[in-house]
């Protein structure tokens, strides 16, 4: 074997002759240069151009409209009732944008989401504000929506109490944005994530959608006033506008893979479920099996407020048939509820039943913005979009979110905004 040193000794020497006493570089040699420092530039050039093709043109198929596919903006997506709605929509074939800035949502059921649906073109989230009209018009301007719903909101009758600036600018302001850049971008179909909290407490039950809406909260009334900015926008436009008012929600996906998880600092806030399970597990801030039901002195059979309950799974389901239903020029406004009212009291004895705990239950005096009795009529949606409730069993609806609980003791876990 030769020697690194010999190897170098024995190397060709330069080409070159002498003429007249001075050295001329050999022209094959001048050729064969110039042709390499060519060949290097061609090479350059094409992989610029395949950089360009591949990277620099690229365009996204959310930026596309497509043959016989229906892309989705939906707004608060990452948040209990969007997730869910997303994984529907997924499931049937939409494509979907979720936009969210996960004040209330959570990226892990964005992850679960992305790991369902990996297939190119079927599924983007966006890390938004809807206050910052800017974003929200870039977001618009880059993506070809075909509709959107619109989940984004903080949604807690006490907290809106103690805080209804907040609610009027996270609800009615950012709707307004949303609207905007709808109009803007020539996208014509909304379909409205409302409450019964825009009805009050009305005289007469059950409620219907004739029923006089006197919210009593700032909740409501942040609502209400987003609805009536749609309403009179749909007046001087062609939109397709449905306006779902649904009642309380509890539930999870029936399979197992999404849940409620609110954040931490939000439990007393929160549903009555959340606050169920929180006891039952023993997680209660300071309350150790305990449970809070907040008010007796109800005009109700039991003292305690009554509501209609309604399973996530049916309301999802009403929002895609209103999606479906929804027309050009024309506005639906429809209650979603099961028709049915159940006390805070029996509730919560579904819930000992569910879960398989004696919750201890602690009586506390009004929440206030709170209403005695709540329950829909849900006629018109029967008959107009073939919709009607079908999770009804309150106990089943229960167990099923429990067990999500039980197997997600942390919820979706707390990863970082940039691990999306």
């Known amino acids: 074997m030769q020697s690194i040193g010999r190897t170098r000794t024995q190397s060709r020497p330069s080409r070159s002759v002498n003429l007249g006493g001075m050295d001329y570089a050999d022209p094959k040699r001048k050729r064969n240069f110039v042709g390499k420092v060519a060949l290097a530039a061609i090479l350059t050039t094409v ?63 964005v992850k679960i989401l992305q790991e369902l649906f990996p297939e190119p073109g079927r599924l983007q989230f966006i890390y938004a504000d809807l206050g910052d ?115 309380n929600v509890i539930g999870s996906d029936p399979e197992g893979r999404l849940g409620e998880s609110p954040p931490p600092e939000l439990r007393e806030h929160g549903r009555i479920s959340g606050a169920c399970f929180d006891a039952a597990r023993g997680i209660m801030p300071g309350l150790k099996f305990h449970s809070q039901v907040k008010g007796t002195d109800y005009k109700t059979h039991d003292g305690t407020c009554i509501r209609d309950y309604i399973d996530v799974t049916d309301l999802v389901d009403a929002h895609v048939k209103a999606l479906e239903k929804a027309e050009p020029g024309k506005v639906g406004i429809y209650n979603v509820g099961t028709g049915k009212g159940r006390s805070v009291k029996e509730f919560v004895e579904a ?70």
């Open 47 to 109: 992989c610029i151009l395949v950089l360009k093709k591949s990277s620099f043109n690229y365009t996204s198929p959310f930026s596309l409209r497509e043959q016989g596919v229906t892309h989705v903006l939906v707004t608060g997506g990452a948040g209990y009732i969007g997730s869910h709605a997303t994984l529907r929509l997924l499931k049937d074939g939409y494509r979907v944008t979720i936009v969210d800035n996960l004040s209330r949502g959570n990226i892990g059921a």
């Open 133 to 247: 009209a800017k974003a929200v018009n870039k977001i618009f301007s880059e993506n070809a929506f075909d509709a959107v719903m619109h989940f984004a909101a903080v949604a807690y009758v006490g907290e809106s109490t103690m805080y209804p600036l907040k609610y009027y600018h996270n609800i009615t302001s950012n709707t307004l944005v949303v609207l905007e850049s709808m109009a803007r971008h020539d996208v014509r179909t909304l379909i409205y994530s409302s409450t019964c909290a825009t009805y009050g407490e009305p005289e007469k039950m059950p409620i219907t959608e004739e029923t006089t809406q006197v919210p009593i909260n700032p909740y409501g009334k942040a609502k209400k006033m987003a609805e009536d900015m749609i309403l009179d926008f749909s007046k001087t436009s062609d939109m397709a506008v449905m306006i779902l008012r649904y009642f």
């Open 351 to 420: 819930c000992k039943r569910a879960t398989g705990v004696a919750i201890k239950v602690d009586y506390l005096p009004r929440r206030p913005g709170d209403y005695a009795e709540v329950y829909s009529d849900p006629t018109k949606i029967r008959n107009e979009l073939n919709w009607t409730a079908r999770y009804t069993d309150l106990q089943e609806s229960l167990q099923v979110a429990w067990r999500w609980q039980k197997a997600h003791r942390d919820g979706y876990g707390t990863p970082s905004v940039m691990a999306s």
